[in-house]
Structure formats: C-alpha cells, structure tokens
C-alpha cells in the first residue's frame, strides 16, 4: 500500500518564483489536509478538503492555494513564494470522515527552501 | 481555539528505563480526541496511541499508555521499557469539533525530543 505519497521530497526555490507540492492518496479518504512544520514547533493547519470540489482555510493560509478535484489528489500552490515560507510541509488523510476521530495518514512530508 | 501544550522540550533516559511526557490541553468541548504521534529523524508521523474523551478507560499500545484526566485536561504518555528505536519527538495533538465534522484538522503541541541513551 502506498498510502499518502508526497512529491517532491526537497525542493529549493528562489523568491517569487511558484511552484506545486503534489499529495495523493490511494485509501479512498475523504478527508485531506496540509501542515506546515517550523523548527520548534508542531505542525501548523494550511488548508484541508472534506471531499472532492470542497476545500478551506486553516490556521496559517496566507500564501497558499489549493484545489480539490479528485478524491486521490490534493496538490499545494505557493503562487510567490516567500522565505517565510521555508518549512517542511505534511500532507496527511483520513477516512470515514474525520467526525469519527480517525488518526490521520502522513505523508513523508516535503522540505521546502525559499532563498 | 484549542491549545495545546507540552512542557518538556527534552528529555533523557536510560534504555530500559519507565519514562511520562506530560501533555495538557485547553478546550471547552466536552467530546474530542487526543493523540500522541512521533516523528524519528526520519520525519515521518506515526501514530503511537489514540484517545476517546467520552471513554474513561485509558488506552494502552504495548508498552505505551496514557494518563487521561479530563477534567485537568491532561493526557501523558507514558513509555515503559524504553528502547533506542523510541528515540525521536513526540507530538501531543486535540482533534476537536466533532460537531461540525471535526473538518478543523489537529492542533498539535510544540514537541518533546526523547532521547533514549544506551
């Protein structure tokens, strides 16, 4: 089982250029979200998606899109990126909805640098 | 908003060795989930053990279990037998909301960093 899979793995980026982190998951979830992780900290809500055409904002949005077409995919779009947006991102799911309290899936997570 | 909050930014032990990290929380919900995850220097999230608010037994994996005080909104972990593989931090995370879905995502503590020594 592949489970969440996230590409890349690391990435370099310069000032506003932008770019796409890719997440896809193959259990059918429902339920799929982004997280930032800075040094010292947890990891932080971006965005999430309860179904496919359904999408919205977490604790720390700004900078980011998302879109949800399929159930499997839920890419990350950082249109300028900004240093401040150098961090480690998780994309994670979960299935029968997240109101059953399911542990969600992680994936191994993308090291992102903005110089 | 939920907050979460663990105390413990390091900690050692010897291998073999019974070691808590403490974990609390501030929420005004009455049904949630509590969860400890860890992440080894290989980054990846893996769950150790989950929590039901509405049950009061404690949940235990092997030799993982929790201390779940509701009502002192604490929920520790506690790592028997400590081995070199446990090494790694060790994130505290609510899931609340449960109302509406629980579409809010965790909300995760700042980490503690467990060092197993050999």
């Known amino acids: 089982n592949a489970g969440v899979t996230q590409t890349p793995k690391f990435q370099v980026l310069k000032t506003g250029q932008s770019m796409t982190l890719q997440c896809a998951q193959d259990m059918n979830h429902e339920y799929m979200s982004w997280y930032r992780q800075d040094p010292g900290m947890g990891l932080r809500l971006i965005h999430y998606?309860?179904?496919?055409?359904?999408?919205d904002q977490g604790e720390v949005p700004n900078g980011y899109n998302v879109s949800r077409s399929t159930t499997e995919d839920f890419p990350l779009r950082l249109l300028s990126a900004a240093p401040s947006q150098t961090s480690v991102y998780f994309c994670?799911?979960?299935?029968?909805?997240?109101?059953?309290?399911?542990?969600?899936?992680f994936g191994d997570g993308t090291r992102l640098s903005i110089l | 908003a939920q907050t979460v909050t663990q105390s413990q930014p390091e900690m050692s032990v010897q291998e073999a060795e019974t070691v808590t990290l403490s974990c609390t929380y501030d929420?005004?919900?009455?049904?949630?989930?509590l969860f400890w995850y860890k992440q080894p220097p290989s980054r990846q999230m893996i769950l150790v053990i989950r929590q039901e608010a509405y049950k009061q037994q404690n949940a235990t994996e092997n030799r993982f279990s929790v201390n779940f005080q509701k009502a002192a909104k604490s929920f520790s972990l506690k790592i028997s037998d400590s081995q070199l593989g446990d090494t790694a931090m060790y994130f505290c995370a609510f899931l609340g909301g449960l109302s509406g879905g629980g579409a809010d995502g965790l909300t995760f503590g700042k980490g503690t960093h467990l060092i197993i020594q050999p």
């Open positions: 929420t005004s919900e009455n049904n949630y989930y």
């Open positions: 994670a799911s979960s299935g029968t909805g997240q109101g059953a309290g399911q542990p969600q899936h």
């Open positions: 998606s309860v179904g496919a055409g359904i999408t």
